[in-house]
């Protein structure tokens, strides 16, 4: 059986990036919060945090953490269906950058209106979310890939169309003219990470 309170502690340091202030937030001493995961390291027999700034978790960390998320909000759901209870462990899902500028805006509004429950969503590219998905990171996402992950599933949500536009200045500036996609790649372009293909 997994330690709980150990897991707390490392959910807290890396949430608020410092021991001090997961000990605050849990009402601990420092030292008691470094004694939990050292704790959990030792029963684990692998390190758990990169003890550096920032702090990061390690692999096995990433997926102690995963399964602790999963379980706090697994719990608030069960706390909330015995007692009328509101979740306060917010919802994490991915979602990618072209979704959060169009349509994705009226989907949380609608949601909003509906539920209470806060969502935290973390911007990635369509190619990545599904990743965030896997470790845990996030409980849903909007990806391209459409097979689900294990123990979840997939809804197909459609298609998104991309409509290249220019003004007729860079038109002229840029491509002299010449509308072809080779002329169009060599043109300037905004890319909003190293993992953007678009």
Same mark, same amino acid.
């Given at each position: 059986?997994?330690?709980?309170?150990?897991?707390?502690?490392?959910?807290?340091?890396?949430?608020?990036?410092?021991?001090?202030?997961?000990?605050?937030?849990?009402?601990?001493?420092?030292?008691?919060?470094?004694?939990? =995961? $050292?704790?959990?390291? /030792?029963?684990?027999? +692998?390190? @758990? *945090?990169?003890?550096?700034?920032? !702090?990061?978790?390690?692999?096995?960390?990433?997926?102690?953490?995963?399964?602790?998320?999963?379980?706090?909000?697994?719990?608030?759901?069960?706390?909330?269906?015995?007692?009328?209870?509101?979740?306060?462990?917010?919802?994490?899902?991915?979602?990618?950058?072209?979704?959060?500028?169009?349509?994705?805006?009226?989907?949380?509004?609608?949601?909003?209106?509906?539920?209470?429950?806060?969502?935290? =969503? $973390?911007?990635?590219? /369509?190619?990545?979310? +599904?990743? @965030? *998905?896997?470790?845990?990171?996030? !409980?849903?996402?909007?990806?391209?890939?459409?097979?689900?992950?294990?123990?979840?599933?997939?809804?197909?949500?459609?298609?998104?169309?991309?409509?290249?536009?220019?003004?007729?200045?860079?038109?002229?500036?840029?491509?002299?003219?010449?509308?072809?996609?080779?002329?169009?790649?060599?043109?300037?372009?905004?890319?909003?990470?190293?993992?953007?293909?678009?």
């Amino acid at each position: 059986m997994l330690d709980y309170k150990a897991l707390s502690s490392l959910h807290a340091v890396l949430k608020f990036q410092s021991f001090d202030k997961a000990a605050e937030y849990l009402h601990l001493t420092q030292s008691a919060v470094s004694q939990n =995961i $050292k704790r959990l390291e /030792q029963e684990c027999g +692998r390190p @758990l *945090l990169i003890r550096a700034r920032p !702090v990061v978790a390690t692999p096995l960390g990433e997926q102690l953490l995963a399964h602790f998320n999963k379980v706090t909000m697994l719990e608030e759901g069960l706390q909330e269906a015995i007692q009328g209870q509101q979740a306060t462990q917010p919802i994490n899902i991915a979602v990618n950058n072209d979704v959060l500028a169009t349509w994705f805006t009226d989907v949380v509004c609608q949601f909003s209106a509906s539920d209470k429950t806060k969502l935290h =969503i $973390k911007a990635a590219d /369509q190619a990545k979310t +599904r990743a @965030l *998905l896997q470790t845990g990171e996030v !409980v849903a996402c909007v990806s391209q890939i459409g097979t689900p992950v294990a123990g979840g599933d997939s809804i197909f949500l459609g298609n998104m169309y991309y409509e290249l536009v220019a003004t007729p200045s860079f038109i002229e500036e840029h491509l002299k003219g010449d509308l072809s996609a080779t002329a169009v790649l060599k043109s300037p372009s905004l890319i909003y990470d190293e993992y953007d293909e678009l």
